[in-house]
């Protein structure tokens, strides 16, 4: 492949695809700007690979998003967490769309970097549990178990809410 045909064949998967590599960071990453960070590490190694990755780059760029930020994780030992705040004024009111972010947002920062990667992967991108397997390099049987022990976190955290709000 010429560098002309590579360059226009990746400038037509990134401009396809950065939205859709940027939602799903964000639910990883759980900040817009640890996000965006990941999706720009994303391109530039899909990039960089294409010769590898050309064949499947969503998955390819997907894979280095969640490896990086597992890497990043490993590297944090503990860092103040800032609210996220709109980039810009809208004329629409968003307090509800802000509201149900920062719910799934919340509940995805109690479970581990593994389990919010499994549960992004498995509900968001609505991959199979092998299809989740190898992308994160796990057993299968490891993919249902994390998936379980998420969910089953998940749902305590939504009763104890529901119970605080009763009282």
Known sequence: MRAEERAAAFDE???STTPRLRRAALYIALDRHHADDLVQHALEKTFLHWQRACDAPYAYARRVMVNASTDWWRGVSRRERLGATPERASDRDVQNDYAQRDLVLTALAQL???ERA???LR???????AQIA???KIAPGTVKSTAHRALAKLRS??????????N
């Open 134 to 136: 190898e992308a994160l």
């Open 157 to 166: 955290s939504a009763l104890s809410e529901l119970a605080v709000e009763e």
């Open 112 to 114: 581990t970097a593994r």
């Open 13 to 15: 998967f990134a401009s």
């Open 118 to 120: 499994v549960m992004v």
């Open 123 to 129: 509900f968001y991108e609505d991959m199979t549990e």
